[in-house]
Structure formats: structure tokens, C-alpha cells
């Protein structure tokens, strides 16, 4: 069963400042995607998201691990485990500096900006980016959703940052709610996106809160999706990497 939401201005939850974040909601656990480009499996994403502190902060300590055709990136963040600003993130393209494709990323954030360094096989960049206020990585929108106060007709506004995106303004909005065919238990759609013609549909699970998938290129003839799977990590390894 699934309804669509007509989002009134009586409806709407706007935000002139960021929403607060629920990230103490969130389950700890593995979680394993499927991506699909046309119908057709295309890559592997595990994500992993764990309770422990930080020089006696409260955090998230997330890492994903994406695998797809000829190409493999992994990434760990840090972030305050209630508001889920991010803390610091550490991540890596490709498999090692002989990889045309190889990155390695480190960044850390705090209040006032974002540093670190951006090394490819060309060479290495500084990062510095001045914040004006509370700003999260865009890298995290499926794990920021989950942890919003969704509300039926809800519209959201979150300033983020990514490393290879720079800063977005990115608007949610709960635009309906669906009973997943995945296991039966209501969650909410959320669209979402900077652009609002290019936006993606995000799946989030309201109990445990959770980001079930989304699909990307709505109103365009190849659909890209990435959805949960209960198929053990295991596969997820053996993918085959090479083009």
C-alpha cells in the first residue's frame, strides 16, 4: 500500500534553520545494497554503523564499503552520534596508486570549517572550507534522513558539504508513506536533492528508523537504484571488480 502526499502550507515543516537531528534513533548494525543501473546489478554497498566515543563523545563510527564494475571505494566517518555532524572521515578510491582512478581522502571538521588533503595519482591538494553554520557531508544524505523528524508532509533543509561536490543546499521533503515490500513494515518516501528537478526518492524505514534504498533519474528512462538486500556480506567480496 502506498500514498502520496499533497504538501499543503498548512502541512509543511519549514526550516529556516537546520532541523534537529534524532541520531540517537538510529540501529546500530550491517546493512547490505544492491545498485541497479537499467534493471541490471551493477555493484555491492555494505554499510556499517557502530555505537562507541571518541575522546568521551558520543558517536557513530560508520564505514561503507562500495564495490562496483571496475571500480572500489571505501570510507569511515565519525560523527556525533545525536546530531550527526560529521567529526572526521577517511577514505580511499580504487585499490592502490597504480589505480587511474586512485584517491585517498582525509578530512576533519569542527565548527568553524573543514580541513584535510585530497591525494590522486597526480598529486596532492589541500582541503579548507569555511563553515557559517551547522553543515553535514553529503556523502551521508541516507543516514541524515533517517534521523530527521519525519512528519507526513514534512519539508526539511540541510546545508551539507562533500569533497567532490563542494556545498549544497539540500532539501527533503516527505512527499508519502508505503508498507515495504521487503519485509512488510511502513516507511516513508522522502525526495530529495539540491535541484528540485533532479531529485532522488529515498525509502527510510520509520521503526527501527533506517534508509531502506532510493532510486536516482526519476522521470529519465534508466532508473539507477540501490536497495537492501539480506544477502550476506560474503557476496559482496567475491563481486567481480574487473572491467
Known amino acids: 500500500m502506498k500514498r502520496l502526499f499533497l504538501t499543503a502550507a498548512c502541512l509543511v515543516l519549514t526550516a529556516a534553520a537546520p532541523p534537529p537531528m534524532q541520531g540517537e534513533r538510529l540501529e546500530a548494525g550491517a546493512t547490505y545494497f544492491v545498485l541497479k543501473m537499467d ?56 585499490r592502490d596508486r597504480s589505480d587511474r582512478n586512485w584517491e585517498r581522502i582525509r578530512l576533519r571538521y569542527d565548527a568553524r570549517r573543514i580541513w584535510g588533503t585530497r591525494e590522486s595519482s597526480s598529486g596532492s591538494k589541500t582541503i579548507s572550507v ?8 553529503g556523502h551521508l544524505l541516507g543516514v541524515m534522513l533517517a534521523a530527521l523528524p519525519l512528519a507526513e508532509g514534512g519539508r526539511y533543509t540541510l546545508p551539507t558539504w562533500q569533497y567532490d561536490g563542494g556545498k549544497k543546499q ?9 508498507v515495504a515490500s521487503y519485509d512488510g513494515k511502513p516507511a516513508w518516501l522522502v525526495e530529495a536533492g ?36 539480506s544477502e550476506a556480506v560474503l557476496h559482496v567480496s567475491r563481486l567481480e571488480t574487473g572491467r
Open 170 to 178: 539540500i532539501t527533503a521533503e516527505v512527499v508519502g508513506d508505503i
Open 130 to 137: 569555511a563553515l557559517n553554520g551547522p553543515t553535514w557531508d
Open 39 to 94: 534493471g541490471q546489478e551493477n555493484g555491492r554497498l555494505w554499510r556499517v554503523l557502530r555505537k562507541t566515543e571518541l575522546n568521551g563523545r558520543r558517536v557513530w563510527d560508520i564505514v561503507f564499503h562500495l564495490k562496483l564494475v571496475g571500480r572500489e571505494v571505501r570510507a569511515h566517518y565519525v560523527v556525533d552520534r545525536a546530531s550527526l555532524l560529521p567529526i572526521m572521515m577517511d577514505g580511499t578510491r580504487g
Open 194 to 229: 539540491d535541484d528540485p528537478s533532479d531529485r532522488v526518492r529515498y525509502e527510510i524505514a520509520r521503526s527501527p528508523r533506517a534508509e531502506r534504498g532510493y532510486k536516482k533519474d526519476l522521470h529519465a528512462p534508466g532508473c539507477v537504484t540501490i536497495w537492501e538486500t
